[in-house]
C-alpha cells in the first residue's frame, strides 16, 4: 500500500481508472471513490468504463463523469480497480503504463506499486484502508457512500463468507464520515424497475433442478430482453434466487448477450464447502469462492451441460475427500 500511495502521490500526468465490463458495486464504487480522492488531490484524472452504469448505482456523486470505453486518449497511467487484468475491460484501454488495486485471486502484475490482497471481501475494503491511510480528512461523505456500496454489495450485505472482523471496523468507519446504511440499502436493493421484474418473471420460469437438487440453474434469454424492454444489468442478483433455494449448494445462471446471442455470461454462486472459483476458472474465468463467473460461447443446452459436467466433476471430489 505504501508503494501505491507514493507512486500516486508523485504522479503528475494524466490518469484514468477504469473497471471490468458488466461493472458491480465494488467496480464502481472503488472508481468513483478514489476519483473524486484524487480529484482533490489535483490529479488531471479520468474514469470509465466499457458498459452502462446500471440503475442500482445511478444515486452515487459523480456518475455523470464516468466516460464511455474505449477513449482515444492515451493516458500516462490506468488503475485498474477490481479485475484480475486490463482484458476484463472488454475493450482497449490506452495508457502507457498500468496500476492494479483489487482482491482477486489471479490476475497480472504492473508493477511493485500494485495493491492486490486476496485475503480482502472486496476492493473497496482495499481502497478504504489506501485513502484512509493516505489524507483521512479528504474522505468525505460522498466518497465513504461510493466505498460502503461496494462493501454491503461484495459481501452480499454482511452475509458472504469473505466477512471478516475488520469489515464491520471499515463499515464503521464510512458510517461516522457520512455513509448512511438505511438510505443506501434503499437505493441499491429497493428500486427495481418494472422491466426488471417483468424479466425476472421470464427467467424464475427456466428454473432447473440438477444432482439432486444440489444444484439449480437459471437462464436469460435474449428474447426475455426483447420481450421485456430490461438490460443486461437488470439481472444483477438474479442468480441468488437460485441459490438461496432450500437444498441448493451450487447455482448458476446463463445470461445470453443481448449483441453476441452465441455467447453467454455465467455467473456461478455457492454456500457451504463448495468453491465455485475452481469451477469457473477450469471454464476459463474466474472469481472467488463463493462468487465466480466466465464466458462461454454456444448453443443454450450444450452450453448448460458443459457447465454441468465441470460442477458434478467437483461434486464428486469433495465428496471423495
Not at 3 to 30: A, M, Q, V, Y
Not at 105 to 132: C, F, M, N, Q
Not at 156 to 174: C, M, Q, V
Not at 188 to 202: D, G, M, S, T, Y
Request: overall charge neutral; aromatic content about 8%.
Amino acid at each position: 500500500m505504501e508503494k501505491t500511495i507514493e507512486k500516486l502521490d508523485n504522479f503528475n500526468g494524466s490518469i484514468l481508472i477504469f473497471t471490468h465490463e458488466n461493472p458491480d458495486g465494488d467496480g464502481i464504487g472503488s472508481m468513483l471513490a478514489l476519483y473524486k480522492f484524487l480529484k482533490k488531490k489535483g490529479k488531471n484524472i479520468d474514469m470509465a468504463m466499457k458498459d452502462e452504469l446500471p440503475h442500482t448505482y445511478d444515486f452515487l456523486s459523480n456518475v455523470d463523469k464516468i466516460k464511455k470505453l474505449p477513449v482515444d486518449k492515451v493516458y500516462d497511467l490506468g488503475i485498474l480497480v477490481d479485475a484480475a487484468g486490463v482484458f476484463r475491460a472488454g475493450t482497449e484501454v490506452k495508457a502507457k503504463e498500468f496500476m492494479r488495486i483489487d482482491h482477486h485471486r489471479e490476475g497480472e502484475k504492473y508493477g511493485d506499486w500494485d495493491y492486490v490482497d486476496i485475503t480482502a471481501p472486496s476492493t473497496t475494503t482495499l481502497v478504504a484502508k489506501l485513502l484512509k491511510s493516505w489524507d483521512e480528512k479528504l474522505i468525505d461523505k460522498d466518497i465513504a457512500e461510493s466505498l460502503y456500496v461496494g462493501l454491503l454489495t461484495d459481501t452480499g450485505s454482511f452475509r458472504h463468507s469473505n466477512i471478516t472482523p475488520e469489515i464491520f471496523d471499515i463499515a464503521k468507519f464510512l458510517v461516522k464520515k457520512g455513509a448512511d446504511p438505511v438510505y443506501i440499502s434503499h437505493k441499491v436493493f429497493e428500486r427495481n424497475k418494472p422491466e426488471a421484474i417483468k424479466l425476472l418473471n421470464k427467467v424464475l420460469s427456466t428454473l432447473q433442478f440438477h444432482e439432486g437438487g444440489k444444484v439449480a440453474s437459471l437462464t436469460v434469454r435474449k428474447k426475455f430482453f426483447d420481450d421485456t424492454g430490461a438490460k443486461e444489468e437488470d439481472t444483477e442478483g438474479f442468480v441468488n434466487f437460485a441459490r438461496g433455494i432450500d437444498g441448493v449448494d451450487i447455482a448458476f445462471i446463463m445470461i445470453q448477450k443481448p449483441n453476441r446471442p452465441d455467447t453467454w455470461r455465467v455467473s456461478l454462486r455457492s454456500k457451504g464447502k463448495y468453491n465455485v472459483q475452481e469451477i469457473a476458472k477450469e471454464l476459463g474465468g474466474g472469481g472467488h469462492r463463493n462468487a465466480s463467473g466466465c464466458r462461454l460461447n454456444g448453443e443454450e443446452d450444450e452450453v448448460r451441460e458443459r457447465i454441468l459436467r465441470v460442477i458434478n466433476k467437483k461434486l464428486k471430489e469433495e465428496e471423495n475427500k
